[in-house]
C-alpha cells in the first residue's frame, strides 16, 4: 500500500505558472510509472502527463510545450511544473503511480485558472 498527497493547487491568473506536487508515503522505484490526470467539472478524467521509472515521459497535447513533469526519487516524489496556464485548465489534478499489478490515486488538488 502507497499513500499519495497532492499539494500546491490553488488559483492563478491565465499566463501564470504553478506547481504541483505529489509525495508517495515510500519508494517510488518499484512503479513502472508516475503521472497526472485532471477531472473537470462535468467531463472525463483525463491523462496529463506521465513519467516512467526510467524517466521517459509522455504528454498530453494540450499541455506539450507549457507543462513538464519531473520525478525525484530521492525524494519519492512527482512533480508537474505549469506554465502559461489558460482557463480551460482548470480542475482537480490527481495524481497516481502504477506497476501495472495496482494502481493507486491521491486525493486530488485544485488548480483554478481565472483573472
Known amino acids: 500500500q502507497v499513500q499519495l498527497v497532492e499539494s500546491g493547487g490553488g488559483l492563478v491568473q491565465p499566463g501564470g505558472s504553478l506547481r504541483v506536487s505529489c509525495a508517495a508515503s515510500r519508494s517510488i522505484f518499484s512503479f513502472a510509472y508516475m503521472g497526472w490526470y485532471r477531472q473537470a467539472p462535468g467531463k472525463e478524467r483525463e491523462l496529463v502527463a506521465r513519467?516512467?521509472?526510467?524517466?521517459?515521459?509522455a504528454y498530453a497535447d494540450f499541455v506539450k510545450g507549457r507543462f513538464t513533469i519531473t520525478r525525484d526519487s530521492a525524494k519519492n516524489t512527482v512533480y508537474l511544473q505549469m506554465n502559461s496556464l489558460k482557463p480551460e485548465d482548470t480542475a482537480v489534478y490527481y495524481c497516481?503511480?502504477?506497476?501495472?499489478?495496482?494502481?493507486?490515486w491521491g486525493q486530488g488538488t485544485q488548480v483554478t485558472v481565472s483573472s
Open positions: 497516481y503511480s502504477t506497476n501495472s499489478a495496482v494502481t493507486y
Open positions: 513519467v516512467s521509472n526510467s524517466e521517459n515521459t
